[in-house]
């Protein structure tokens, strides 16, 4: 099934041990993800089946929006309730005036530390198989977007946040970052992906939705996943060069410059290409049956 699945995953499970459950339901012989979700996270993890793994580079790419719950005064090595906790302050006030003057200095492009306890790879090693011995190395800082960040509920100790974030953002390290400049510590206890580009929570399923009924807007075609792409529909006596693997020069003229969605005639997706507004060039080929 050539698909992309808008999932709504529940606490607990690991991306991968999602993208197994939802391969199995569908019979899929290949599936992965495109944005990996702690195993404590819940929320939107777009799974991609068959020939659907081809496009994740591109729904990767996708802004992310969450909802996080802090505790603040409580510190820990993960970042999240599930860590060590190293440091605990207590009869602390938070003032929202002063909090919310804060998470407006981590509003645009920010520089972020990878948590140890996080995938990064350091010379082939994952950060958090060292973190797990006891070792922390010298990482080096990320450049990530905020695009904005609000108090949604403010109950010291506990404040939920709303954050609009880029790709590769840790929400953790931003909810650490900010405890830290409040001199009182934080970690996230709840973390939710509320959205991921203009796929939305209320539009997922969940693995029971699955296995009966689901809405339309749950499972989509190649096609309507990469609603964020222009199409071309390619002239018949082109279309087996850009199969082959050839550039192809458009001959009607002028088409949309950078990625773009090749069609037949009839809208069947034939593939993914880029172009430079006259030539484009495949990338991905795109076998739909």
Known sequence: MNAVVVFNKPEGFTSQGAVTKVKKIFKAKKAGHAGALDPMATGLLLVCLDEATKITPFL???????????????STDTYDAQGKVTKVVENFEIDRVKLE??????????AQLPPMYSAVKVEGTPLYKLARKGIEIERKPKEVIIHSIKIEEFSPPYVIFRVL???????????????????VGAHIVELVRTKIGKFIIEDSATLEDLKGKFSDKAVLSIDKALYFLPSL????????????????????????SGWIKVKEKTGKMLGIGFSNGFIIKPERIIKEG
């Not at 003057?101 to 920010?110: C, Q, R």
């Not at 458009?250 to 949309?256: C, E, F, K, N, T």
């Open 60 to 74: 990767m790419e996708l802004d992310k929006e969450y909802l996080f719950k802090a505790r603040f005064g409580i």
């Open 101 to 110: 003057e804060i998470i407006k200095k981590y509003t645009g492009k920010i």
């Open 165 to 183: 974030c880029s790709k590769g953002t840790y929400v953790r390290t931003l909810c650490h970052d900010i405890g830290e400049e409040l001199k």
């Open 233 to 256: 529909r390619m002239p018949d006596s082109l279309i087996l060069k850009f199969l082959n693997g050839n550039s192809v020069k458009i001959p009607s003229g002028i088409v949309p």
